[in-house]
């Protein structure tokens, strides 16, 4: 089992940044991709990004391509997203997932894009 927590989200000015990071634990070493995901109020589960847990190469989706950064801390097993120029459409729950033998996902956190 992974266990996934999640932090860093909270109340940011438009044009803003924020990071937020995820922090594995338990069979880390079982991982081999990380991703973020958002989901807004009434929509679904929108993908933002995904970072090959060995070899680190990344991915992004088409509307942060460019505004927001993945990275990880291999010996941390931490998770981050570095989110910048936030417009109102980012605000959502932010959810950190591994794949592994299974898939995991953390419980979420809040960013929330306003003036």
């Known amino acids: 089992q992974v266990q996934l927590v999640e932090s860093g989200g909270e109340l940011v000015l438009p044009g803003g940044s924020l990071r937020l990071s995820c922090k594995a634990s338990g069979r880390t070493s079982s991982i081999y991709s990380m991703r973020w995901f958002r989901q807004a109020p009434g929509k679904e589960r929108e993908y933002v990004a995904q970072?090959?847990?060995?070899?680190?190469?990344?991915y992004y989706a088409d509307s942060v391509k460019g505004r927001f950064t993945i990275s990880r801390d291999y010996a941390e097993n931490t998770l981050y997203l570095q989110m910048k120029s936030l417009t109102p459409e980012d605000t959502a729950v932010y959810y950190c997932g591994a794949r592994g033998q299974e898939a995991y996902w953390g419980q979420g956190t809040q960013v929330t894009v306003s003036s």
């Open positions: 970072i090959d847990w060995g070899g680190g190469h990344t």
